[in-house]
């Protein structure tokens, strides 16, 4: 079955830069990318890719700022995130497809890793 593994969140100042991986493992996905969830809010999409590089997708809220990227060899995909704001703050968490949906749906993903917690200071 498919795996999916976060890592890289952190504590970090506003302005400051991070970088989340996560290894997808057990099965064979199209596309992925990342959901995020604030408390006491709905989960948001974030940034999501097909693996064969035809699309990325952005929410408007991190455009410019953030990078989604994959490395195949090593099955991962990263989210790089710029000048980080306090309204980033939230559990992020990887997902993926068995299809090629790369939309802005979370729902619309199949596989969601366990989350990393990103929290973004004053």
């Known amino acids: 079955q498919v795996q999916l593994v976060e890592s890289g969140g952190g504590l970090v100042q506003a302005g400051d830069s991070l970088t989340l991986s996560c290894v997808v493992s057990?099965?064979?996905?199209?596309?992925g990318g990342w959901v995020r969830q604030a408390p006491g809010k709905e989960r948001e999409f974030v940034a999501a890719?097909?693996?064969?590089?035809?699309?990325?997708n952005y929410a408007d809220s991190v455009k410019g700022r953030f990078t989604i990227s994959r490395d195949d060899a090593k099955n991962t995909h990263y989210l790089q995130m710029n000048s980080l704001k306090l309204e980033d703050t939230a559990k992020y968490y990887c997902?993926?497809?068995?299809?090629?949906?790369?939309?802005?749906?979370?729902?619309?993903?199949?596989?969601w890793g366990q989350g990393t917690q990103v929290t973004v200071s004053s």
């Open positions: 890719m097909r693996w064969n590089g035809e699309s990325t």
């Open positions: 057990g099965g064979r996905t199209f596309a």
């Open positions: 997902v993926a497809a068995r299809t090629g949906y790369s939309g802005s749906v979370p729902g619309g993903y199949d596989y």
